[in-house]
């Protein structure tokens, strides 16, 4: 947001429209759709492990998305997450174990009730001003947690639920390589809608909530009705990718799901750039290779000095937690604007290299 | 109708709830000068007992010795969080300044873990343990300390804010950070100071809850309970964060009482308190004795 792509000479918009074009100019949109269709061969080239990672990108990168709605558009925050994320992987097992709709509707389904339970835990706060929304999710996330522990009617208690895979008109998608598709289907049509979102007067209004709320109050913008609507977006959107998870593990429990969960989904959205819609995309490329990095780190590491010294391979969990709390504060120190930011500069500085200005 | 069990469960909750009143009005204390959230209150607490629990089994050093010295220690390290952390925050967005506290609660909480493990560690005895008979009641020697010590704190702070020239700084900069800094209050060292003060209130709290418990990454709770414990009493009130505290800790014992007498639902008091919380958003959402946000456009 800092500072705008470079656009080449001669470029002028001379309408709104050309100025909310997704794709400025058709060399951006090219290389667009060749990443798309590149990706879609990844499942034929790359190997189960490096499959499982992109999967897991593009499952939380919806959930990201979901938040940077409210953090990055709407200026609030939500701590919990994880909670709503694991809401919506219960309800479409549920709803695909006990009633006849079809796993293909149910992960929509998920999505929407995760919204409206949501929205009961968001609807107070987003009458008040300031930071009591994230003081609303954050006893969200400790109720809904221990609702799911209990409810062994819904979630199984203790015993995690089982969900069934996914199937298309009778066809059962098994293993990573075919529910690939799944995942990518759902990454592209949640970042294309939110995407064509923020280019509409909605999307523009949640925006200027965030700026200054009383100005955009005084132009006509309904605050409650805003605030709702982004914080009903983001547990929409934490409802479908935990829908999504569900159905890719198979099973669903509580197990990591506490508020930790929540913060690293808060730095995924941070460390890609509050918002920036591609932002978040690399932000949770980043927060899931982390964690896989340092376990390659210790694995070079294991035997050496150091790791006798620190126990590394034995504390590799709260490494982690280390790591990620570290690189949110310094990204929020030295880097506000997240890898988003960054890559627009690499961006800048090739398209003028040798020149910086 | 177990009587007994109900009046033993109420003194707990006076116990507990003073001193998450103690923890709820340091935390007040950071947002009413700094107008920081913050998310690592519980760690404050934690980093605290476990420094006295250092000392006192690593170093072997007397109880009333380590005590001032964790104390101090913790005072530092509140101005060393502020300087390093949270000062190049002033003036950003302050979904950026809460979401730096929240991560920050995260390095404390997982080095913490690293350095001294998971399982919980029994405190050194600092008193002898026995029970004072009281009405009927046997009521446990370190209830009583870690009473008065809450109440002390109570009353100390009290002081600060009413007489000392400190606290009239800090209250000045709540009230309005500009004209503070006009009459000649150095609004740096007050947010310094208020955090100083609040680390080493937590850690007083911290230590006292650790010589009834022991030490454990658990202790950390009570930066969470302070959040229902605040915004029921309203944010910006430290008189109200103290009632605030009492009256959540009664809650979770009376939720726990009717739990195990009639419900049967199992680990009700943990989550009762965001049940009030979420029920006081809807209803009272300045809380008790908060100052109602007004604006003039």
Same mark, same amino acid.
């Given at each position: 947001?800092? *500072?705008?792509?470079?656009?080449?000479? #001669?470029?002028?918009?001379?309408?709104?429209?050309?100025?909310?074009?997704?794709?400025?100019?058709?060399?951006?949109?090219?290389?667009?759709?060749? #990443?798309?269709?590149?990706?879609?061969?990844?499942?034929?080239?790359?190997?189960?492990?490096?499959?499982?990672?992109?999967i897991q990108i593009g499952i939380y990168g919806i959930a990201a998305l979901g938040l940077n709605i409210l953090v990055?558009?709407?200026?609030?925050?939500?701590?919990?997450?994880?909670?709503?994320?694991?809401?919506?992987?219960?309800?479409?097992?549920?709803?695909?174990?006990?009633?006849?709709?079809?796993?293909?509707?149910?992960?929509?389904?998920?999505?929407?009730?995760?919204?409206?339970?949501?929205?009961?835990?968001?609807?107070?706060?987003?009458?008040?001003? #300031?930071?009591?929304?994230?003081?609303?999710?954050?006893?969200?996330?400790?109720?809904?947690?221990?609702?799911?522990?209990?409810?062994?009617?819904?979630?199984?208690?203790?015993?995690?639920?089982?969900?069934?895979?996914?199937?298309?008109?009778?066809?059962?998608?098994?293993?990573?390589?075919?529910?690939?598709?799944?995942?990518?289907?759902?990454?592209?049509?949640?970042?294309?809608?939110? *995407?064509?979102?923020?280019?509409?007067?909605?999307?523009?209004?949640?925006?200027?909530?965030?700026?200054?709320?009383?100005?955009?109050?005084?132009?006509?913008?309904?605050?409650?009705?805003?605030?709702?609507?982004?914080?009903?977006?983001?547990?929409?959107?934490? #409802?479908?990718?935990?829908?999504?998870?569900?159905?890719?593990?198979?099973?669903?429990?509580?197990?990591?799901?506490?508020?930790?969960?929540?913060?690293?989904?808060?730095?995924?959205?941070?460390?890609?750039?509050?918002?920036?819609?591609?932002?978040?995309?690399?932000?949770?490329?980043?927060?899931?290779?982390?964690?896989?990095?340092?376990?390659?780190?210790?694995?070079?590491?294991k035997g050496s000095a150091i790791d006798r010294a620190l126990s590394l391979n034995n504390n590799l969990t709260f490494?982690?937690?280390?790591?990620?709390?570290?690189?949110?504060?310094?990204?929020?120190?030295?880097?506000?604007?997240?890898?988003?930011?960054?890559?627009?500069?690499?961006?800048?500085?090739?398209?003028?290299?040798?020149?910086?200005? | 109708?177990?009587?007994?069990? +109900?009046?033993?469960?109420?003194?707990?909750?006076?116990?507990?709830?003073?001193?998450?009143? /103690?923890?709820?009005?340091?935390?007040?204390?950071?947002? =009413?000068?700094?107008?920081?959230?913050?998310?690592?209150?519980?760690?404050?607490?934690?980093?605290?007992?476990?420094?006295?629990?250092?000392?006192?089994?690593?170093?072997?050093?007397?109880?009333?010795?380590?005590?001032?010295?964790?104390?101090?220690?913790?005072?530092?390290?509140?101005?060393? /969080?502020?300087?390093?952390?949270?000062?190049?925050?002033?003036?950003?967005?302050?979904?950026?300044?809460?979401?730096?506290?929240?991560?920050?609660?995260?390095?404390?909480?997982?080095?913490?873990?690293?350095?001294?493990?998971?399982?919980?560690?029994?405190?050194?005895?600092?008193?002898?343990?026995?029970?004072?008979?009281?009405?009927?009641?046997?009521?446990?020697?370190?209830?009583?300390?870690?009473?008065?010590?809450?109440?002390?704190?109570?009353?100390?702070?009290?002081?600060?804010? =009413?007489?000392? =020239?400190?606290?009239?700084?800090?209250?000045?900069?709540?009230?309005?950070?500009?004209?503070?800094?006009?009459?000649?209050?150095?609004?740096? @060292?007050?947010?310094?100071?208020?955090?100083?003060? @609040?680390?080493?209130? @937590?850690?007083?709290?911290?230590?006292?809850?650790?010589?009834?418990?022991?030490?454990?990454?658990?202790?950390?709770?009570?930066?969470?309970?302070?959040?229902?414990?605040?915004? +029921?009493?309203?944010?910006?009130?430290?008189?109200?964060?103290?009632?605030?505290?009492?009256?959540?800790?009664? +809650?979770?014992?009376?939720?726990?009482?009717?739990?195990?007498?009639?419900?049967?639902?199992?680990?009700?008091?943990?989550?009762?308190?965001?049940?009030?919380?979420?029920?006081?958003?809807?209803? =009272?959402?300045?809380?008790?004795?908060?100052?109602?946000?007004?604006?003039?456009?």
């Open positions: 947001m800092a *500072t705008p792509s470079i656009i080449p000479a #001669g470029d002028f918009r001379t309408s709104y429209a050309a100025d909310t074009t997704i794709f400025p100019t058709p060399m951006s949109r090219n290389a667009a759709l060749a #990443g798309i269709v590149l990706v879609c061969f990844a499942p034929l080239l790359l190997s189960e492990y490096w499959l499982s990672i992109l990055g558009f709407t200026g609030q925050i939500s701590i919990g997450h994880a909670a709503f994320f694991l809401l919506g992987a219960f309800t479409s097992a549920y709803i695909s174990n006990t009633l006849p709709i079809p796993v293909f509707f149910a992960i929509p389904l998920a999505g929407l009730l995760t919204a409206l339970i949501g929205l009961v835990f968001g609807l107070p706060a987003a009458r008040l001003k #300031g930071l009591y929304l994230v003081i609303a999710t954050l006893a969200a996330q400790y109720i809904l947690l221990d609702f799911f522990s209990r409810a062994e009617w819904f979630s199984g208690g203790s015993v995690p639920a089982m969900a069934q895979p996914f199937s298309l008109f009778g066809y059962v998608l098994r293993g990573d390589r075919q529910y690939f598709y799944v995942v990518l289907a759902y990454v592209l049509a949640s970042y294309l809608l939110v *995407t064509n979102l923020m280019r509409t007067r909605d999307g523009r209004a949640l925006v200027a909530v965030r700026d200054h709320y009383l100005s955009a109050e005084i132009m006509g913008i309904n605050l409650t009705k805003y605030r709702t609507l982004s914080f009903g977006l983001a547990a929409f959107f934490a #409802g479908i990718a935990g829908a999504l998870y569900a159905h890719y593990q198979l099973v669903v429990s509580n197990e990591g799901f506490g508020i930790e969960r929540s913060i690293i989904f808060l730095a995924m959205v941070i460390i890609g750039g509050t918002g920036s819609i591609m932002g978040t995309l690399m932000g949770t490329a980043f927060v899931v290779l982390l964690p896989e990095s340092m376990e390659w780190l210790s694995a070079g590491l490494l982690r937690e280390i790591a990620i709390g570290v690189i949110i504060i310094l990204f929020l120190i030295f880097e506000p604007d997240g890898l988003a930011h960054r890559w627009r500069q690499i961006k800048t500085y090739w398209k003028l290299y040798p020149f910086s200005h | 109708m177990n009587s007994q069990l +109900l009046i033993q469960l109420l003194v707990n909750g006076l116990v507990v709830g003073t001193l998450y009143g /103690v923890v709820a009005m340091s935390f007040v204390l950071i947002y =009413k000068a700094t107008q920081v959230v913050n998310f690592a209150q519980g760690e404050l607490l934690l980093i605290g007992a476990w420094v006295c629990w250092t000392l006192l089994t690593k170093y072997q050093v007397p109880f009333y010795v380590g005590m001032p010295i964790t104390l101090a220690f913790m005072f530092c390290f509140g101005i060393a /969080v502020q300087i390093v952390v949270l000062r190049p925050m002033i003036g950003e967005p302050i979904i950026s300044v809460i979401m730096v506290t929240i991560a920050l609660s995260t390095v404390f909480q997982a080095a913490l873990k690293w350095i001294y493990g998971v399982s919980p560690q029994p405190f050194p005895r600092v008193f002898e343990s026995q029970s004072v008979s009281f009405a009927g009641l046997q009521i446990q020697t370190v209830y009583v300390m870690s009473l008065v010590v809450s109440v002390a704190m109570m009353i100390g702070m009290a002081w600060f804010f =009413k007489v000392s =020239k400190y606290g009239l700084a800090m209250r000045a900069t709540a009230f309005n950070q500009q004209v503070a800094q006009s009459l000649g209050i150095s609004v740096k @060292s007050v947010f310094a100071m208020a955090w100083a003060i @609040s680390a080493t209130v @937590s850690a007083v709290a911290g230590v006292v809850v650790a010589v009834v418990n022991g030490v454990s990454s658990g202790l950390s709770t009570y930066g969470i309970k302070v959040f229902p414990a605040a915004i +029921l009493g309203g944010l910006d009130s430290i008189g109200g964060a103290v009632v605030g505290g009492l009256i959540i800790g009664l +809650l979770e014992n009376v939720a726990q009482y009717v739990d195990s007498e009639y419900l049967h639902w199992g680990n009700l008091y943990e989550v009762a308190p965001f049940y009030v919380l979420i029920i006081i958003l809807m209803i =009272k959402p300045y809380g008790l004795f908060g100052t109602k946000d007004i604006e003039r456009i």
